[in-house]
Protein backbone atom coordinates (compact mmCIF):
# COMPACT_ATOMS: atom_id res chain seq x y z
CA UNK A 1 0.00 0.00 0.00
CA UNK A 2 0.95 3.81 -0.71
CA UNK A 3 2.52 5.32 2.07
CA UNK A 4 -0.10 8.34 1.97
CA UNK A 5 -2.72 5.84 2.68
CA UNK A 6 -0.89 4.31 5.84
CA UNK A 7 -0.70 8.34 6.57
CA UNK A 8 -3.95 8.98 5.90
CA UNK A 9 -5.05 5.57 7.98
CA UNK A 10 -2.93 7.31 10.84
CA UNK A 11 -4.91 10.28 10.76
CA UNK A 12 -8.05 8.25 10.88
CA UNK A 13 -7.83 5.90 13.79
CA UNK A 14 -6.21 8.98 15.91
CA UNK A 15 -9.36 10.15 15.49
CA UNK A 16 -11.25 7.25 16.78
CA UNK A 17 -8.61 6.32 19.44
CA UNK A 18 -9.45 10.37 20.88
CA UNK A 19 -13.09 9.34 20.87
CA UNK A 20 -12.87 5.73 22.13
CA UNK A 21 -10.39 5.97 24.61
CA UNK A 22 -12.08 8.98 25.76
CA UNK A 23 -14.94 6.54 26.68
CA UNK A 24 -13.02 3.89 27.85
CA UNK A 25 -11.28 6.42 30.39
CA UNK A 26 -14.37 8.19 31.46
CA UNK A 27 -15.88 4.56 32.48
CA UNK A 28 -12.32 3.53 34.10
CA UNK A 29 -11.77 6.48 36.29
CA UNK A 30 -14.89 8.99 36.30
CA UNK A 31 -16.90 7.26 37.83
CA UNK A 32 -17.89 10.01 40.66
CA UNK A 33 -18.53 12.58 38.12
CA UNK A 34 -21.07 9.87 36.24
CA UNK A 35 -22.26 9.14 39.31
CA UNK A 36 -24.02 13.29 38.90
CA UNK A 37 -24.93 11.82 35.98
CA UNK A 38 -26.96 8.99 37.26
CA UNK A 39 -25.14 6.57 35.52
CA UNK A 40 -23.20 3.96 38.05
CA UNK A 41 -20.83 2.15 36.86
CA UNK A 42 -20.12 -0.15 39.65
CA UNK A 43 -16.36 0.55 40.50
CA UNK A 44 -15.33 -0.73 37.00
CA UNK A 45 -12.07 -2.33 37.32
CA UNK A 46 -13.07 -4.72 39.57
CA UNK A 47 -14.15 -8.48 38.86
CA UNK A 48 -17.72 -8.35 38.62
CA UNK A 49 -18.40 -5.30 36.81
CA UNK A 50 -15.55 -6.26 34.27
CA UNK A 51 -17.24 -9.53 33.64
CA UNK A 52 -20.36 -8.05 33.81
CA UNK A 53 -19.82 -5.39 30.59
CA UNK A 54 -17.49 -8.40 28.89
CA UNK A 55 -20.65 -10.35 28.58
CA UNK A 56 -22.48 -7.16 27.01
CA UNK A 57 -22.21 -7.15 23.30
CA UNK A 58 -21.87 -3.65 22.81
CA UNK A 59 -19.30 -3.16 25.25
CA UNK A 60 -17.15 -6.62 23.93
CA UNK A 61 -17.79 -4.61 20.23
CA UNK A 62 -16.16 -1.54 21.66
CA UNK A 63 -13.08 -2.67 23.22
CA UNK A 64 -12.48 -4.85 19.88
CA UNK A 65 -12.59 -1.86 17.71
CA UNK A 66 -10.41 -0.22 20.48
CA UNK A 67 -7.82 -2.71 20.19
CA UNK A 68 -8.09 -2.86 16.46
CA UNK A 69 -7.52 1.11 15.79
CA UNK A 70 -4.97 1.19 18.79
CA UNK A 71 -2.64 -1.69 17.67
CA UNK A 72 -2.91 0.04 14.08
CA UNK A 73 -2.08 3.35 15.17
CA UNK A 74 0.78 2.52 17.87
CA UNK A 75 2.42 0.07 15.81
CA UNK A 76 1.88 2.47 12.10
CA UNK A 77 3.62 5.02 14.61
CA UNK A 78 6.91 2.74 15.44
CA UNK A 79 7.22 1.29 12.25
CA UNK A 80 7.44 5.49 11.26
CA UNK A 81 9.97 5.98 13.67
CA UNK A 82 12.17 2.52 12.71
CA UNK A 83 11.84 3.38 9.18
CA UNK A 84 13.39 6.97 9.63
CA UNK A 85 16.51 5.52 10.20
CA UNK A 86 16.44 5.02 6.45
CA UNK A 87 17.08 0.98 6.55
CA UNK A 88 17.83 -1.00 3.15
CA UNK A 89 14.70 -2.39 1.59
CA UNK A 90 15.26 -5.64 2.79
CA UNK A 91 15.27 -4.46 6.22
CA UNK A 92 12.39 -2.32 5.62
CA UNK A 93 10.36 -5.47 4.30
CA UNK A 94 11.59 -7.42 7.36
CA UNK A 95 10.56 -4.67 9.67
CA UNK A 96 7.04 -4.55 7.96
CA UNK A 97 6.25 -8.12 8.42
CA UNK A 98 7.61 -8.29 11.93
CA UNK A 99 5.00 -5.34 12.82
CA UNK A 100 2.37 -6.91 11.04
CA UNK A 101 2.56 -10.62 12.53
CA UNK A 102 3.06 -8.81 15.76
CA UNK A 103 -0.68 -6.87 15.04
CA UNK A 104 -2.09 -9.87 14.46
CA UNK A 105 -0.83 -12.21 17.16
CA UNK A 106 -1.50 -8.83 19.60
CA UNK A 107 -4.75 -8.46 18.26
CA UNK A 108 -5.91 -12.28 18.28
CA UNK A 109 -4.82 -12.70 21.50
CA UNK A 110 -7.17 -9.64 22.51
CA UNK A 111 -9.86 -10.47 21.00
CA UNK A 112 -9.60 -14.10 22.08
CA UNK A 113 -10.58 -13.06 25.52
CA UNK A 114 -13.87 -11.19 25.21
CA UNK A 115 -14.91 -13.67 22.45
CA UNK A 116 -14.21 -16.51 24.74
CA UNK A 117 -16.54 -14.40 27.42
CA UNK A 118 -19.22 -13.98 25.16
CA UNK A 119 -19.43 -17.31 23.65
CA UNK A 120 -19.83 -18.72 27.88
CA UNK B 1 30.11 27.32 -7.94
CA UNK B 2 29.09 26.64 -4.37
CA UNK B 3 28.45 23.05 -3.88
CA UNK B 4 24.63 22.63 -2.13
CA UNK B 5 25.36 19.66 0.77
CA UNK B 6 22.74 17.30 0.74
CA UNK B 7 20.78 16.29 4.00
CA UNK B 8 22.49 19.79 5.83
CA UNK B 9 20.18 19.98 8.45
CA UNK B 10 19.63 15.82 9.03
CA UNK B 11 20.03 15.34 12.37
CA UNK B 12 20.23 11.51 12.54
CA UNK B 13 19.12 9.57 15.53
CA UNK B 14 20.70 12.02 17.98
CA UNK B 15 17.56 14.44 16.03
CA UNK B 16 15.32 12.14 18.84
CA UNK B 17 16.43 13.69 21.92
CA UNK B 18 17.94 16.80 20.93
CA UNK B 19 16.78 18.98 18.04
CA UNK B 20 19.57 21.94 18.69
CA UNK B 21 18.67 24.96 17.41
CA UNK B 22 15.23 24.11 15.60
CA UNK B 23 11.66 25.88 17.13
CA UNK B 24 8.76 24.64 19.61
CA UNK B 25 7.11 22.37 17.08
CA UNK B 26 10.25 20.48 16.66
CA UNK B 27 10.38 19.98 20.30
CA UNK B 28 6.74 19.19 20.58
CA UNK B 29 6.82 16.92 17.57
CA UNK B 30 10.13 15.20 19.61
CA UNK B 31 7.57 14.74 23.07
CA UNK B 32 5.09 13.44 20.51
CA UNK B 33 7.44 10.64 19.65
CA UNK B 34 8.67 10.20 22.91
CA UNK B 35 5.24 10.25 24.48
CA UNK B 36 4.03 7.86 21.34
CA UNK B 37 6.48 4.90 22.18
CA UNK B 38 5.75 5.45 26.27
CA UNK B 39 2.31 4.77 25.23
CA UNK B 40 3.29 1.79 23.22
CA UNK B 41 4.99 0.02 26.01
CA UNK B 42 1.89 1.18 28.49
CA UNK B 43 -0.13 -0.50 26.00
CA UNK B 44 1.74 -4.05 25.72
CA UNK B 45 1.68 -4.55 29.74
CA UNK B 46 -1.95 -3.28 29.64
CA UNK B 47 -2.51 -5.79 27.35
CA UNK B 48 -0.89 -8.70 28.74
CA UNK B 49 -2.97 -7.99 32.39
CA UNK B 50 -6.09 -7.59 30.22
CA UNK B 51 -6.06 -11.09 28.62
CA UNK B 52 -3.34 -13.35 30.26
CA UNK B 53 -3.90 -12.22 34.04
CA UNK B 54 -7.69 -12.28 33.38
CA UNK B 55 -8.04 -15.89 31.72
CA UNK B 56 -6.54 -17.03 35.61
CA UNK B 57 -9.87 -16.01 37.19
CA UNK B 58 -10.83 -13.49 39.87
CA UNK B 59 -8.16 -13.96 42.91
CA UNK B 60 -4.90 -12.73 40.25
CA UNK B 61 -7.50 -10.16 38.80
CA UNK B 62 -8.25 -8.99 42.08
CA UNK B 63 -3.79 -8.62 43.27
CA UNK B 64 -3.10 -7.33 40.07
CA UNK B 65 -5.66 -4.68 40.77
CA UNK B 66 -4.39 -4.63 43.98
CA UNK B 67 -0.78 -4.05 42.98
CA UNK B 68 -1.66 -1.07 40.83
CA UNK B 69 -2.48 1.03 44.27
CA UNK B 70 1.01 0.64 44.60
CA UNK B 71 2.60 4.46 44.76
CA UNK B 72 4.94 3.87 42.07
CA UNK B 73 2.78 2.92 39.95
CA UNK B 74 -0.08 5.52 40.93
CA UNK B 75 2.96 7.73 39.43
CA UNK B 76 3.81 5.20 36.13
CA UNK B 77 -0.43 5.82 36.08
CA UNK B 78 0.08 10.07 36.14
CA UNK B 79 3.32 9.89 33.52
CA UNK B 80 0.72 7.52 31.08
CA UNK B 81 -2.51 9.56 31.88
CA UNK B 82 0.26 12.83 30.89
CA UNK B 83 1.17 11.24 27.99
CA UNK B 84 -2.13 10.61 26.29
CA UNK B 85 -3.39 13.66 26.92
CA UNK B 86 -0.25 15.43 25.26
CA UNK B 87 -0.08 12.93 22.92
CA UNK B 88 -4.03 13.89 21.79
CA UNK B 89 -4.30 17.08 21.90
CA UNK B 90 -1.05 17.63 20.12
CA UNK B 91 -2.06 14.83 17.50
CA UNK B 92 -5.33 16.99 17.17
CA UNK B 93 -3.26 19.70 16.26
CA UNK B 94 -0.90 18.23 13.70
CA UNK B 95 -4.11 16.86 12.02
CA UNK B 96 -5.93 19.82 11.50
CA UNK B 97 -2.89 21.21 10.51
CA UNK B 98 -2.28 19.03 8.10
CA UNK B 99 -5.71 18.89 6.83
CA UNK B 100 -5.09 22.76 6.18
CA UNK B 101 -7.01 24.40 9.26
CA UNK B 102 -5.64 26.90 12.12
CA UNK B 103 -3.25 28.84 9.28
CA UNK B 104 -4.60 32.20 8.94
CA UNK B 105 -5.09 33.92 6.03
CA UNK B 106 -2.95 34.00 2.75
CA UNK B 107 -0.88 37.49 2.91
CA UNK B 108 1.25 38.84 0.14
CA UNK B 109 4.85 38.40 0.65
CA UNK B 110 5.47 41.83 1.79
CA UNK B 111 8.60 42.43 4.25
CA UNK B 112 8.32 41.59 7.26
CA UNK B 113 7.16 38.03 6.20
CA UNK B 114 4.77 36.21 8.29
CA UNK B 115 5.64 32.27 7.30
CA UNK B 116 3.27 29.52 7.96
CA UNK B 117 4.41 28.37 11.42
CA UNK B 118 4.54 31.74 12.78
CA UNK B 119 0.71 32.33 12.23
CA UNK B 120 0.09 29.00 13.68
CA UNK B 121 2.10 29.93 16.95
CA UNK B 122 -0.67 31.60 18.91
CA UNK B 123 -2.68 28.45 18.71
CA UNK B 124 0.43 25.90 19.41
CA UNK B 125 0.86 28.05 22.25
CA UNK B 126 -2.81 27.89 23.66
CA UNK B 127 -2.07 24.61 23.09
CA UNK B 128 0.43 23.75 25.51
CA UNK B 129 -0.59 25.74 28.26
CA UNK B 130 -3.96 23.86 28.11
CA UNK B 131 -1.86 20.80 28.25
CA UNK B 132 0.60 22.39 30.76
CA UNK B 133 -2.86 23.06 33.22
CA UNK B 134 -4.29 19.37 32.88
CA UNK B 135 -0.71 18.00 33.82
CA UNK B 136 -1.09 19.94 36.49
CA UNK B 137 -4.47 19.01 37.50
CA UNK B 138 -3.80 15.43 37.16
CA UNK B 139 -0.63 16.05 39.63
CA UNK B 140 -3.31 17.37 41.80
CA UNK B 141 -5.48 14.34 41.46
CA UNK B 142 -3.14 11.44 40.64
CA UNK B 143 0.17 12.38 43.05
CA UNK B 144 -1.05 15.48 46.25
CA UNK B 145 -4.01 12.81 46.67
CA UNK B 146 -7.04 14.49 45.01
CA UNK B 147 -10.42 15.42 45.72
Same mark, same amino acid.
Given at each position: ?13 ? =? ?46 ? %???? /??? =?? #? ?31 ? =? ?5 ? #??? =? ?5 | ?20 ? %????? %? ?8 ? /?????FLLIHLCMTTIFRLQGQDVWQATIALLQNPWFKIGEYLVCVAFVYHALNGLRL ?53
Amino acid at each position: MRHTYLWFLQLVTG =VLIAVLLAIHLVIMHLDAILGLFGVDVADAPSWESMMGRSIQGVWAGL %YIAL /LAV =VL #YHALNGLRGIILELAPSATTERIVTWVIIAFGI =VAFIGGT #YVP =VALLAG | MKQIQPRQNYLGPGGWVWAGK %YKLER %YLYLLHRITG /LGILFFLLIHLCMTTIFRLQGQDVWQATIALLQNPWFKIGEYLVCVAFVYHALNGLRLILQELGFAMGRPTPPVYPYKDALRKKRPWTITLVAVIIILALVFFYDFIVGGW
